[in-house]
């Protein structure tokens, strides 16, 4: 069975601080991206990567997908209260089926 | 135009009923999806639906009833509710279906409470 751990569970922050948040596997994946979730709301997508040591850069936001595409960061800048929600990475099998992750809940403090 | 929309928002019954859950897309994709978070936000797949055929049946007991009337729409029909039945459920549909390539997009839930 394929699993994706997330780390942190849980993250509380002071606006402008930086953080990374964790995705690992002890599977490989076609692919690996990241979905930011609000309350309320359901998942939105932020970024797919699909070859091993590839970065993706999206405003103060940085993706990067292992070399073994075993695991997964999620890194951000500078963070802002916008920023507040929950990150689900998810994991491509090549078929159907995508894999998701727990989530970290981050939550960014004016 | 909301992109997918599943009805109701919100739907609070009691043990042992049967309720169901409607999902349209009006994105023109083929694939579309029923996923299940609980409590602690974890996202569980349960079904996948390709073009009206399902392709992807999960460990779900047989009390949950998926139904896809046309690609644009997908039901979920639940017998005999259970307290662990509740939870958010999530419609997702996506272009063709290539897990973990394309887009997945989400409706806004349907938060179900059976007492």
């Known amino acids: 069975t394929q699993l994706l751990e997330q780390s942190p569970q849980f993250l509380s922050i002071q606006e402008g601080e930086n953080l990374t948040v964790y995705c690992n596997s002890s599977?490989?994946?076609?692919?690996l991206q990241w979905y930011r979730q609000e309350p309320g709301e359901g998942p939105v997508l932020l970024v797919t990567v699909v070859t091993g040591g590839e970065v993706k850069k999206l405003k103060r936001l940085t993706f990067q997908f292992g070399d073994a595409r075993k695991d997964s960061s999620l890194h951000i800048t500078a963070a802002q209260p916008g920023d507040t929600g929950l990150y689900l990475c998810?994991?491509?099998?090549?078929?159907?089926?995508?894999?998701f992750g727990a989530g970290t809940r981050l939550f960014v403090k004016a | 135009d909301t992109a997918v929309s599943q009805t109701p928002k919100y739907l609070v019954t009691q043990m042992g009923n049967d309720k169901s859950i409607k999902c349209e897309q009006n994105l023109g994709h083929d694939t579309m999806y029923w996923y299940k978070q609980d409590s602690k936000k974890f996202l569980k797949i349960m079904f996948s639906?390709?073009?009206?055929?399902?392709?992807i049946n999960e460990t779900v007991p047989n009390r949950f009833s998926p139904k896809s009337p046309d690609k644009a729409h997908l039901n979920l029909h639940i017998n005999s509710l259970e307290l662990g039945d509740s939870a958010v459920y999530f419609c997702?549909?996506?272009?063709?279906?290539?897990?973990?390539?394309?887009?997945?997009?989400f409706g806004p839930g349907t938060r179900l409470l059976v007492l």
């Open positions: 998810a994991g491509g099998t090549g078929g159907f089926k995508t894999i």
């Open positions: 639906y390709n073009n009206k055929e399902l392709i």
């Open positions: 599977s490989v994946f076609s692919s």
């Open positions: 997702a549909s996506s272009l063709r279906g290539s897990g973990g390539l394309e887009t997945q997009y």
